[in-house]
């Protein structure tokens, strides 16, 4: 099979690989569609020591089952995979197991390829009406449910009549606003230094777009939910600088550091500042019927690309050249 394997920071390399093959419990994907995620990028930069090259990454992917009594059913795939049997997956907090693997994480490979295997336990099958590469968006959505549906329990007060802001217009940013919207949130801010993007998040509609660079957005003290989708120090002292009194951050980003917290305002003022990881199987599982359902609108913010061409998809993002939120690949 042809895939795009990480070989070294700043190097892709589209070639043949070995086909996996089905194993119990695990069944083969051929995959029709995956997105390039941030966490892709950090490895592409040789920043993340977790996927050491050589690697096939791509995590974000749709499909159909390749073989067995369930070929041919058109499926997405939760890359989240844990032991069953996990004190923390028992409880439905799959997400913070110390036994968790990834696609894209050894011991296994990603799906920047014609296949990948995944245990049958993570495919969720979906309809004929979803195209599929709206279904790849799944996982990326279900990070953003994540951390809104968690941020939202721990206001004060109910999420319509919430000012919620969002720092950050990539994928989970958008994604993250998306979420707030279809929870009906009374204002939705969303800051995004990047022009192009900025123009992206503009048609989506319905959101207040700001540039954090132009001395726009929330003022001092006014924003009752803020999702750092960035996680820089910049980010972080922007949330501590708007949040209200009594407010909740939710800080999805990992880039390293705490710098920018203000943490005597945090005290002083009982801000909540929980962090946000991944997702549990309900929200996988509600974002993926939310997008069977179209409740998140169109979705016109992404960008389609041949998997031959992704070596140059990762450059152009490193360049900032990308209007999209979301770069997905076609083998």
């Given at each position: 099979m ?7 920071p700043?190097t ?29 990028m950090h ?8 996927r ?10 749709a499909?159909?089952?390749a073989h067995?009594?369930?070929?041919g ?5 939760n ?12 409880e ?9 693997q ?6 296994r490979q ?37 951390a809104?549906r968690?941020?939202?329990e ?6 319509a ?8 217009g ?7 606003a998306?979420v ?6 009374a ?11 900025r123009?992206t ?8 777009v ?11 003290d006014?924003?009752?939910?803020v ?9 972080r ?12 951050i ?13 943490i005597?305002?945090?005290t002083?003022?009982?801000v909540t ?6 997702y ?16 998140f ?6 960008e ?27 083998p």
């Amino acid at each position: 099979m042809k895939a795009l394997v990480y070989t070294g920071p700043h190097t892709l390399d589209y070639r043949d690989e070995p086909q996996p093959g089905p194993t119990d419990g695990e069944a083969i994907v051929k995959v029709e569609a995956v997105g390039i995620c941030g966490s892709d990028m950090h490895a592409y930069h040789g920043h993340d020591a977790r996927r050491p090259a050589p690697l096939i990454l791509g995590h974000e992917a749709a499909g159909t089952i390749a073989h067995g009594p369930r070929a041919g059913m058109r499926v997405t795939i939760n890359p989240l995979v844990v032991d069953p049997l996990c004190p923390f997956a028992v409880e439905g907090r799959a997400h913070l197991s110390p036994t968790r693997q990834i696609l894209s994480m050894p011991p296994r490979q990603g799906a920047f390829a014609g296949y990948v295997r995944v245990p049958e336990r993570n495919l969720h099958v979906i309809g004929d009406d979803l195209p599929i590469e709206e279904a790849a968006l799944a996982e990326p959505i279900a990070v953003s449910w994540h951390a809104v549906r968690i941020g939202a329990e721990r206001l004060a007060r109910p999420i319509a009549t919430a000012r919620v802001a969002v720092l950050g217009g990539g994928a989970i940013g958008l994604a993250a606003a998306l979420v707030a919207r279809l929870f009906a949130a009374a204002e939705i801010s969303v800051g995004e230094t990047n022009a192009l993007r900025r123009r992206t998040l503009e048609d989506v509609g319905g959101l207040k777009v700001y540039d954090p660079g132009g001395g726009d957005g929330p003022e001092p003290d006014s924003v009752d939910l803020v999702v750092d989708a960035v996680g820089a120090g910049a980010t972080r002292a922007a949330a501590s600088r708007m949040v209200r009194p009594g407010g909740v951050i939710v800080h999805i980003g990992l880039l390293p550091g705490s710098d920018g917290l203000d943490i005597r305002k945090l005290t002083l003022q009982e801000v909540t500042l929980t962090g946000s990881y991944c997702y549990t199987p309900q929200d996988f599982a509600d974002t993926v019927a939310a997008l069977e359902r179209r409740r998140f609108g169109a979705i016109g913010w992404t960008e389609r690309r041949s998997l031959s061409e992704g070596a140059r998809a990762f450059a152009d993002i490193d360049a900032g050249t990308v209007p999209a939120a979301k770069i997905v690949l076609l083998p």
